[in-house]
């Protein structure tokens, strides 16, 4: 006795498949990148954290005060900026698939109690 198999759902199941990466890719992830200064002096601001608020992501700012965050979800993310002696910022900003939003940051300096 012969069985048949049928193929009815395979051209489905393989749209399903090979459409999968394209729809993944669509959804997509950014990059958000800046640099952070004191506002009095302009100068860089080196040690301070950036943060994507929804999902904990952070970079602290290199010697010339510039940071880098990879691998954003795209959509619009709030973005923190903490550094010790500053006052921290929230921004809004928009994040695109497979782009870099450029965020500057001026940092006013905050009074600290000993």
């Known amino acids: 006795m012969r069985h048949s198999v049928t193929w009815g759902y395979?051209?489905?199941l393989s749209l399903a498949i090979a459409g999968s990466p394209v729809w993944l890719?669509?959804?997509?992830?950014?990059?958000?990148?800046?640099?952070?200064?004191?506002?009095a002096t302009g100068r860089p601001r080196p040690g301070a954290v950036a943060t994507i608020a929804?999902?904990?992501?952070?970079a602290r700012t290199n010697d010339r005060g510039r940071f880098v965050i990879s691998?954003?979800?795209?959509?619009?993310?709030s973005l923190r900026i903490q550094a010790l002696g500053y006052r921290t910022i929230t921004?809004?900003?928009?994040?695109?698939p497979n782009d870099t939003t450029t965020v500057d940051?001026?940092?006013g300096r905050d009074a600290v109690l000993l």
């Open 54 to 58: 929804a999902t904990g992501q952070s």
């Open 91 to 96: 921004r809004a900003v928009s994040v695109n």
């Open 10 to 12: 395979a051209p489905t």
């Open 105 to 107: 940051i001026a940092l």
């Open 25 to 39: 890719s669509a959804q997509g992830t950014g990059t958000v990148a800046g640099s952070v200064v004191d506002s």
């Open 71 to 77: 691998q954003v979800p795209n959509g619009a993310q």
